[in-house]
């Protein structure tokens, strides 16, 4: 399942604050005057407009600078697909051996149809690498993307799945709450 994770436009709060402390028992005129402070704020969204929490956009502390995707890979580990169909899930797709994509002659021939038949899917990329598929999510890198295969005859054609968690990497800018320090 694809769940979209979005940020809508954040906005502004006036706040009213004193530019120091002050003294509750003074009488009004030695009192400062009141000052106002802009807070942005920022909800964040799921599937439905479900209120998550409030956050920020933040960046991936390994590669603060970079925006990247959600990020998997599979290993096409045995290329006999003769014994039943193995289908790979990646959000709302699913992508069905035999049909979706046609298993070649080795696995290496196998990832690169793979990768072919990802690169067909909106806002997925694809790139085989041997017998490897690394797979990219490019729509939104905080999305929640299951990853996952089934396999529906006694071979296992795709091991590993990285992640195993069954889901894609986070990719960059993440949506994440506010660090208060």
């Known amino acids: ?14 706040v009213g604050t004193y530019p ?3 003294e509750p028992d ?10 106002r ?11 439905g407009n479900a209120h998550l929490q409030n956050g920020l956009l933040a960046r991936n502390l390994l590669v603060p600078t970079d925006i990247f995707p959600s990020l998997g890979t599979l290993q096409v580990a ?16 699913r992508l069905i051996s035999n049909i979706d994509f046609i298993t ?6 196998t990832a690169i149809a793979i990768a072919a038949a990802i690169e067909r899917l909106p806002g997925y990329d694809a790139v085989a690498v041997g017998p490897g598929v690394v797979i990219g999510y490019t ?12 396999h529906y005859g006694t071979i296992t054609n795709f091991t590993p799945l990285v992640p195993a968690d ?16």
């Open 1 to 14: 399942m694809h769940r979209r994770v979005t940020a809508p436009s954040p906005f502004e709060v006036l």
């Open 139 to 150: 729509a939104g890198p905080a999305d929640e993307i299951d990853f996952k295969v089934e």
């Open 166 to 181: 069954g889901q894609l990497a986070q990719g960059s800018p993440d949506i994440e709450p506010p660090r208060l320090t």
């Open 37 to 47: 402070t802009a807070v942005l704020y920022g909800p964040i969204h799921t599937d």
């Open 104 to 109: 070649g002659g080795a696995p290496a021939l």
């Open 26 to 35: 003074r009488s009004p005129p030695l009192q400062p005057a009141h000052t």
């Open 20 to 22: 120091h402390h002050t």
């Open 78 to 93: 045995n290329n006999d697909f003769t014994t039943g169909r193995a289908v790979i899930v990646l959000g709302n797709f």
